[in-house]
Structure formats: C-alpha cells, structure tokens
C-alpha cells in the first residue's frame, strides 16, 4: 500500500560475467532474461520473479547436491554471476570505476525483497478498487484477500531474517535495509485498517456516531505505532544520503498525524470531552491542511448537503466559511501522486475532518463551551501507547517443497 519512490526495483541486463561460467549457472541467467516484462503489471511481475527465484533454488539444490533448500542460501555466496550490478538500486549508486562483483546470493535477496514489496502493492491495487464500492459481501471478500496478499509479503521477509547475511557497501542488500522494508510492509498492513474504517464511515455519510462497531481508541493507537515505524524507518535512511525517500516518509508521518488527531477527536467526543475533540481535530487540521487563497474559495457541493442539518440548528456562516478555506496540503498531494490510493484516502479522510471541525465547534460554541487545549499540550499529556494489531505470517518456502507438502499430505 505504501509505495516508496522508484519502487519496486527494476533488473538491468546483464553484460559482464566471469570466464568459464558452469553450464548450470548459464542457465540460471538464460533464465533471468524472462524477468524482463511490463514491470507495471504487478501480477505479471510477480509471477516471472517467483518463477526465476524458485529456478534458482531448484538449480542450487540439484547441482550443489543439496538435499534441504535451507541451505541453498549459504551456498550462493560465492557464486559471481555479474561484474556489475544487475539492478536499478533506489539509494546505492555505484561509480563505473567503483564495480561491485554481484553473486547468487545477492540476487536472492533483491528477488526477496522486491516480491515483498510487490505483493504489498499488489495489495494496494485490491483495496484501489474497493475504495468506491459499497459495503457488501463483496468487498468483504476483497478486503480479506487484500489481508492474505499483505501477509504473503512478509514471508519473503522472515526468511530473509533467518539467513546469514554477509553485510557489503551495498545497503540494499543489507540486513538493515531488510529490518527497513519489513517496518514499511508493517506499516502498510496496518495503514489498511485505518484505510478500512475511513472507507467504512464514508459509506455511512461519516455518521460517527451510527457506528458502534469502530474501536476508535485501538485504531488510535495503531495509528501512534505506524508513527512510531516511520519514525524508525527515518532513523535508519539517516545512513543514507537520500532525500527522496525521507521526504517522502515525513510526509506520510503528517498523514498518520491526520488520522491520529481524527480518531482521537471521535474518541474524546465520544466520551463527551468536547473540548478535547477540539483540540485533537486541530492537530489533525496543522498536519494535513492548509488555508486557501480568497479566489480559491468554493464550497464543496458534497459538504454543502451534510452541513444542512447544522445550519438549520445553529447560525453557522461564519464557521462554514472558515471551514470551506481549508484545503488540502499541497505537499502532501504533490508527494502522493503517484500512489492513487493513500491520495483517495487522504481525501476521504479531508473530507471527514471538514465535517468533524464544524460538528464539534458549532456543538461547543452552542451548547457545550468547553476549554479547548493546545494541540501540544494534548500530546504531551494525553497521548496513549501506540499499539499494532498482531499478524501471523509464514516463512516462504519454494513452490516444489510446497508441492511435495500438499502430495503428501492426502486428502486430509
């Protein structure tokens, strides 16, 4: 679901090798040319990759008299395919003078961590389409199939964190680059849960309170623990000089600050704390908006219809026509571009924060007349434990063990 920039990684030909290559390390390169596709048909991609990796396992085993594919990893180490790297590496990028000898265990690893990443986007596409479907039993489905395909991607992930790896100055095969994308893929599969509740409260016209079902004080902190990931990605890309991928992770922190201070408003505002629902929406409001100019000004036709009923109660002009200057960050559009489904949900979520910011103060200014605290103040006093919803995921294992498993095991 989160998708990095120059993610996944694309393959390079390959145009130097070592003299006098075995026969059967000539076929796992002949092999490798069938990875060169559409890489932006994930699922095309997807399948070539899986094909070329289980290749390799099968030709390892087979010619290194290997009889458990446990042990495949720690026979590639010395085995050169490439006098240079094969791949497009987002962050690492070698000097022509500075050649870096690439190994069977080497491409291991990328194959792994670009199907990791795959299937994470693989899943984004499922949840894209259900965005605007209806609540029914089909996006049910979809929405757990989308949960089974972020699972698969962490698979590739704990087997690599279960291999000896030989740390080199390329970080993308690194063990910290590993911890990295294992923290990004955690962080998309608990993002789809909060993905999940704003899509959920849409369906209900953002009817908070008509929705009992929504655990809005778990969701707060699952919120608080994607933070919490990100800043811990933050801190390993401090190795690196890159600012594309840090500018883009301080810019998904401000998005998880709009959903943080959303969910904790709902919390608060459902516990009668009106003035503290307040004061989290505007944390929400200094993250993820900005005001706009006097010609910009247009009042949006879809929260015209869902602030009728607060306009009749009260006398709201003046708070509408505040409300209506909000605009989206521009930074935040312009950075997620490219990734249609955290843009959509940013919007979904835009949307509501509008609708909260006039439900609570139109409420407080009539009715309730509670203080309101500063957003920091809120943070630093009332802020819980971040918290993720526990994921059981598998270990990869190649298609002919799974093969052999399934034969085996009958009918039952």
Do not use: A
Not at 3 to 16: A, C, E, G, V, Y
Not at 291 to 297: G, R, V
Not at 386 to 410: A, C, M, N, V
Request: hydrophobic fraction near 35%; include cysteine.
């Amino acid at each position: 679901m989160i998708q990095l920039p120059d993610i996944p990684i694309i393959p390079i030909s390959i145009t130097s090798t070592p003299n006098n290559l075995e026969p059967w390390i000539q076929e796992i390169l002949n092999k490798r040319l069938t990875i060169f596709t559409n890489f932006n048909n994930y699922s095309n991609f997807i399948n070539n990759l899986e094909d070329y990796l289980n290749f390799i396992f099968v030709k390892v085993m087979e010619y290194g008299n290997i009889d458990n594919y446990n042990d495949v990893f720690e026979q590639t180490n010395g085995i050169i395919i490439s006098d240079s790297i094969p791949w497009n590496l987002p962050i690492t990028k070698i000097k022509k003078q500075d050649q870096f000898q690439w190994n069977l265990q080497n491409e291991l690893i990328i194959l792994m961590i670009n199907l990791s990443q795959l299937y994470n986007l693989k899943s984004g596409e499922i949840i894209k389409l259900i965005m605007d479907k209806d609540n029914n039993l089909e996006t049910q489905k979809l929405w757990l199939n989308s949960f089974k395909i972020f699972k698969k991607s962490l698979e590739f992930i704990n087997f690599l964190k279960n291999q000896q790896i030989i740390n080199t100055s390329i970080w993308e095969i690194s063990t910290i680059f590993i911890q990295f994308n294992e923290n990004l893929i955690n962080c998309s599969i608990q993002l789809s849960f909060l993905t999940k509740t704003i899509w959920t409260l849409k369906n209900i016209d953002y009817e908070i309170m008509s929705e009992n079902s929504i655990n809005y004080s778990t969701l707060s902190r699952l919120s608080i623990y994607i933070k919490q990931e990100l800043n811990n990605m933050l801190s390993i890309l401090k190795t690196q000089n890159d600012s594309k991928w840090t500018q883009y992770i301080e810019n998904l922190i401000k998005y998880i600050n709009g959903y943080l201070g959303i969910l904790l408003s709902i919390e608060n505002y459902k516990q009668d704390k009106i003035g503290y629902s307040i004061g989290f929406l505007n944390f929400s409001i200094e993250n993820i908006t900005r005001k706009s100019n006097s010609n910009e000004f247009e009042e949006d036709s879809k929260l015209k219809k869902k602030f009728t009923n607060f306009k009749t109660k009260f006398n709201s002009n003046d708070l509408q026509k505040i409300n209506n200057k909000l605009r989206l960050n521009q930074n935040l559009i312009e950075k997620f571009t490219n990734n249609s489904i955290i843009l959509i949900d940013l919007q979904n979520l835009f949307e509501l924060l509008k609708i909260l910011n006039l439900k609570y103060n139109l409420e407080n200014n009539n009715l309730k007349f509670d203080s309101i605290p500063t957003s920091q103040e809120l943070l630093i006093h009332y802020l819980p434990q971040g918290r993720s919803i526990p994921i059981d995921s598998k270990i990869w294992t190649p298609s002919f063990i799974q093969t052999i498993e399934k034969s085996s095991s009958g009918y039952y």
